[in-house]
Structures are given as structure tokens and as C-alpha cells.
């Protein structure tokens, strides 16, 4: 996934995806519908497991590293509301592919969690005041640099909608 910085916008030169598109008031919403998005998408592909070629993620795998992805995203988002410019650590996504076995795992189990991270994380967005918007982290990706939690929420759409789109790959 390659991320541009597009006159000052952050901006992904692969699917098109521009930050600044997502409002505050956008973000949980376009979150909540990962869930049923993510399903329909699997539901369409008849083998689900299988990798298109040796070093590109099956559609399994991508749904996996999603539901993972908000995971981290909603103890990111809660470590930054209870302490000042914490550091967001790596989630190691190339590590739990090997380790959490993201192949094996069972497709409908998978959507399932995903639907549930995605409704947690949203709702935790919902109650964020202006203030809280604003607090900052230190994230690694695609510099090492301090995020606002909006853009934590917009990266986290971006992941959405960029793999989505890597389903049908």
C-alpha cells in the first residue's frame, strides 16, 4: 500500500483513497459498514483461501488483517485518550499471518469478528468530543510521526476501503 502526500493531503496513489474525503461525522459510520461490506465481498469469492499468487494475500487473509487492523486501532484510540502522545507500537501484520494461521481460520467466524471490531470501534469514535479528536499519538506508518485521532480514524477507513478492494485482487 503506497501513501502520497498530495498538495498537504494524505492521499493513496494505489486505490485513490484521499484523507480529507472522511469528515469526523463520516467516520463511524463508514467503520459500522466494514461488517456487511467485508461479508458480502467473501461471500463472493469461491475460494477464499487462495492466494493469487505466492506473495499476494489470499481475500482470507486480507479479511483477517482487517479485523485485526481495527482491533489495534480501537487500544491505539483508547491509549491516546488516557495518555499524552503515546507511541503506537507495530502490529507486526507480515508476523500474524504465520502466527495467528489467518488461512485456517473459519471465513464466517472471521466476518463475524470483523463486523464486531468494526461496530466497536465506531461507537468508540461516536463518543469522542472536539477535544478528543484532536489528542495525538506517535505513529509509524508511513513516517514516524504524530497523529491527531481523526487521522487515526481516516487511516482506518483507508485500510478499510484499500482492502476491500485487494478481495478482488
Do not use: K
Request: charged share 25%; with cysteine.
Amino acid at each position: 500500500m503506497q501513501q502520497d502526500i498530495v498538495g498537504g493531503v494524505d492521499h493513496c496513489g494505489e486505490c485513490g483513497f484521499a484523507y480529507d474525503s472522511v469528515t469526523a461525522r463520516d467516520l463511524p459510520g463508514r467503520l459500522a459498514a466494514a461488517g456487511p461490506r467485508f461479508g458480502a465481498a467473501l461471500a463472493g469469492i469461491p475460494d477464499p483461501r487462495r492466494r493469487p499468487s505466492p506473495e499476494v494475500w489470499s481475500p482470507l487473509e486480507y479479511t483477517c488483517h482487517v479485523r485485526d487492523v481495527l482491533r489495534v486501532q480501537g487500544r491505539r484510540l483508547d491509549l491516546a485518550l488516557r495518555t499524552d502522545d503515546p507511541e503506537f507500537v507495530a502490529m507486526g501484520r507480515e508476523d500474524l499471518v504465520v502466527s495467528d494461521a489467518y488461512n485456517a481460520q473459519d471465513p464466517r467466524v472471521v466476518v463475524a469478528q470483523l463486523a464486531a471490531a468494526a461496530d466497536e470501534l465506531a461507537r468508540a469514535f461516536t463518543a469522542l468530543s472536539p477535544a478528543q479528536w484532536e489528542r495525538t499519538g506517535i505513529y509509524n506508518w508511513p513516517v514516524v510521526e504524530s497523529r491527531t485521532m481523526l487521522w487515526l480514524g481516516r487511516h482506518t477507513v483507508h485500510e478499510v476501503e484499500h482492502h476491500l478492494l485487494d478481495l478482488t485482487r
